[in-house]
């Protein structure tokens, strides 16, 4: 399957805990884009990476969250010390190049306890 | 400003064509799309249109842009029950420049047998 790939498809947290997403972009995509989904809502804008570099966190909570795109390995959404307001789906697109369509993977579905 | 909508809900019965509608607020945006997400999914993209054209056919969707109007709209002819889902419309402005996506709240089309 050459389709975006997020892990896992569902986490679950305890208020406080750490949560890890991970997320590797189709083959031959090097843009990847975060986005997410509270219950009965659109998708939100959080983050926009390329290979070693952030882009655009303009969407991304000032405290708790960060994302990386290391040079090797997936996309990793971190959100620290969670709470309850965290619970949502959280999704990973990629395109090959900026502004060219987006495709996305199956999200991660957080639930915090 | 940055602002997609949709409503909410649509009804058709199989067989019968759907028309979900959407509109967007900037000017500049380069490309639209359409998603579709079924329950538990993520979104799969459907077709998009570049903002030069005003119409895009693909099998049984038809796309239509309205650029005076800011309007965008999917028509599925034929409507199957297997086309339940909900539809988001999204717009990646240009003067985001990053290629970020603006997402509408989603239209649940149901489709009765």
Same mark, same amino acid.
């Given at each position: 399957n050459a389709g975006v790939m997020q892990n896992p498809r569902h986490l679950v947290r305890r208020r406080g805990q *750490?949560?890890?997403?991970?997320?590797?972009?189709?083959k031959g995509h090097s843009h990847v884009y975060w986005y997410r989904q509270l219950p009965e809502e659109g998708l939100k804008f959080m983050?926009?990476?390329?290979?070693?570099n952030i882009i655009d966190e303009s969407g991304m909570p000032k405290e708790r969250f960060s994302a990386e795109f290391p040079? *090797?390995?997936?996309?990793?959404?971190?959100?620290?010390?969670v709470v309850r307001g965290d619970s949502a789906a959280y999704f990973c697109a990629s395109s090959p190049g900026e502004g060219q369509p987006q495709h996305f993977g199956d999200g991660t579905r957080l639930s915090i306890l | 400003g940055e602002d997609v909508e949709q409503?909410?809900?649509?009804?058709?019965r199989e067989g019968?064509?759907?028309?979900?509608?959407?509109?967007?607020?900037?000017?500049?945006?380069?490309?639209?799309?359409?998603?579709?997400?079924e329950p538990g999914a993520g979104l799969q993209l459907l077709?998009?249109?570049?903002?030069?054209?005003?119409?895009?056919?693909?099998?049984?969707?038809?796309?239509?842009?309205?650029?005076?109007?800011?309007?965008?709209?999917?028509?599925?002819?034929?409507?199957?029950?297997?086309?339940?889902?909900?539809?988001?419309?999204?717009?990646?402005?240009?003067?985001?420049?990053?290629?970020?996506?603006?997402?509408g709240q989603g239209t649940t089309l149901q489709v009765k047998p």
């Open positions: *750490e949560a890890r997403l991970r997320c590797s972009p189709m983050v926009y990476l390329q290979k070693e040079k *090797e390995g997936p996309s990793i959404l971190r959100i620290q010390q | 409503s909410l809900f649509l009804s058709v019968d064509s759907s028309v979900i509608n959407c509109t967007y607020t900037d000017s500049s945006s380069t490309y639209l799309y359409w998603y579709k997400q077709t998009y249109i570049f903002s030069n054209m005003d119409m895009k056919q693909d099998q049984r969707l038809t796309v239509l842009l309205n650029k005076k109007d800011k309007h965008l709209s999917l028509r599925i002819a034929d409507t199957q029950t297997g086309d339940s889902a909900i539809y988001f419309c999204a717009e990646s402005p240009l003067t985001s420049n990053t290629g970020k996506l603006i997402f």
